[in-house]
T-cell receptor
């Protein structure tokens, strides 16, 4: 299994500023993902972080608002830019590790970063 | 569109079995059924997955209907630690993305 850490664990930010969230994995993994969980809601996939190339964004999410870096197979960052109170959410990193024969890989999730925008 | 349907909430008593249903009537032949759960203030964790046959692991069992249009996650003896939101997710093959629905909030009473 993969162990994932995120920094910061929480933050309170002013509107108009930006915050960069870091995701570190204890082993090399192929797939890394970023999710958002708004208060009381389920998880929504923001993007897939691709190593060595631009991230792949889901509908409704754009690179200018959520730039993502993936410099190597164990690390990624998500920046929430020009924040507004609507960006207050938990942001989670997940990775896909290993291969389960005949099926999808299991995903492991980080503990999340709780962001509050005032 | 999560493409699965689950009850919003369920209740169970400690040490009793729990059956969590999921409807996925439009599932394709290559889609697997995955279950994740999210404990309070934590990220989701994998529980189990299957394609056609029933599956067992140390956490739970997964019973899949013969027509694959529904499945049931079985916790054999619920503990207080099993209180969580349980997500039933369909997907597989080259579709590695997890699409989370609203899930079922399981409450376990002592």
């Amino acid at each position: 299994s993969a162990v994932i850490s995120q920094k910061p664990s929480r933050d309170i930010c002013q509107r108009g500023t930006s915050l960069t969230i870091q995701c570190q994995v204890d082993s090399q993994v192929t797939m890394m993902f970023w999710y958002r969980q708004q208060p009381g809601q389920s998880l929504t996939l923001i993007a897939t972080a691709n190593q060595g190339s631009e991230a792949t964004y889901e509908s409704g999410f754009v690179i200018d608002k959520f730039p993502i870096s993936r410099p190597n197979l164990t690390f990624s960052t998500l920046t929430v830019s020009n924040m507004s109170p609507e960006d207050s959410s938990i942001y989670l990193c997940s990775v896909e590790d290993g291969f389960l024969a005949g099926g999808r890989n299991e995903q492991f999730f980080g503990p999340g970063t709780r962001l509050t925008v005032l | 569109d999560a493409k699965t349907t689950q009850p919003n909430s369920m209740e169970s008593n400690e040490e009793e079995p729990v059956h969590l249903p999921c409807n996925h009537s439009t599932i394709s032949g290559t889609d697997y059924i995955h279950w994740y759960r999210q404990l309070p203030s934590q990220g989701p964790e994998y529980v189990i997955h299957g394609l056609t046959s029933n599956v067992n692991n140390r956490m739970a069992s997964l019973a899949i209907a013969e027509d694959r249009k529904s499945s049931t996650l079985i916790l054999h003896r619920a503990t207080l630690r099993d209180a969580a939101v349980y997500y039933c997710i369909r997907g597989g093959g080259s579709n590695y993305k997890l699409t989370f629905g609203k899930g079922t909030l399981l409450t376990v009473n002592p």
